[in-house]
């Protein structure tokens, strides 16, 4: 049986995933699909993967396009464009598969489905999310930015572009471009009644 997953690079949480007997664009399509329908996506959103062919298909190609997703494919045979995902299916092949063998293909999928909803999505830790588990993560910031919104009387989207605003002005520091990023990032944490701090961590 195959697995496919679709992993949130945000929070590390599993937000689609599809099981079958063949490895096809079907079973790629039903992760993406799954995904898409949690998630909800306003606006493009880019979908990283490694090479195999299902991921260049005519009818994978045209569900992205559907639906204002945006391809992203590893270089070849350059593993660490895909660290994150082969790192969970570490965790996945110790935790689920290791040394097992199922006497049927519906008690490896109630495993699976265990493993990511009992207990990777809600109880996992990250040291990318800061010690907490995906779904942890997600209610934090959720939380934080809400917060935020109401304190400074701004809408969602205006949090959110004051945010990416600060954001530039960092990379660009990290680059080696000089702008007066400090100066702008407290300027924008004024009008939020927010610490720096709190700015940036926002995705």
Not at 55 to 79: E, H, I, Q, V, W
Not at 95 to 104: A, D, G, H, L, N
Not at 171 to 178: D, L, V
Request: glycine letters at 4%; a positive charge.
């Amino acid at each position: 049986m195959y697995f496919a997953t679709v992993l949130d690079l945000f929070s590390r949480r599993i937000i689609g995933w599809s099981m079958d007997k063949n490895i096809d664009r079907h079973l790629v399509i039903r992760a993406l699909m799954m995904a898409v329908w949690q998630r909800q996506p306003k606006g493009y959103v880019l979908i990283h993967s490694d090479q195999g062919s299902q991921y260049g298909s005519a009818d994978y190609l045209s569900f992205l396009k559907t639906n204002n997703l945006k391809p992203s494919m590893s270089r070849r045979g350059n593993c660490h464009d895909n660290a994150v995902a082969e790192s969970f299916f570490a965790t996945f092949k110790k935790r689920v598969t290791q040394r097992k063998i199922y006497s049927t293909r519906d008690d490896a999928k109630t495993e699976i489905f265990n493993f990511i909803e009992m207990f990777y999505n809600p109880v996992k830790r990250h040291s990318h999310t800061g010690g907490v588990s995906p779904v942890q993560f997600e209610k934090d910031y959720f939380s934080r930015l809400e917060r935020l919104r109401k304190s400074s009387g701004l809408t969602q989207q205006e949090l959110s572009e004051s945010a990416e605003v600060s954001r530039k002005s960092i990379n660009a520091i990290e680059n080696g471009i000089y702008v007066p990023s400090t100066v702008l990032s407290l300027k924008i944490a004024k009008t939020l009644k927010c610490s720096v701090e709190d700015l940036f961590q926002l995705p």
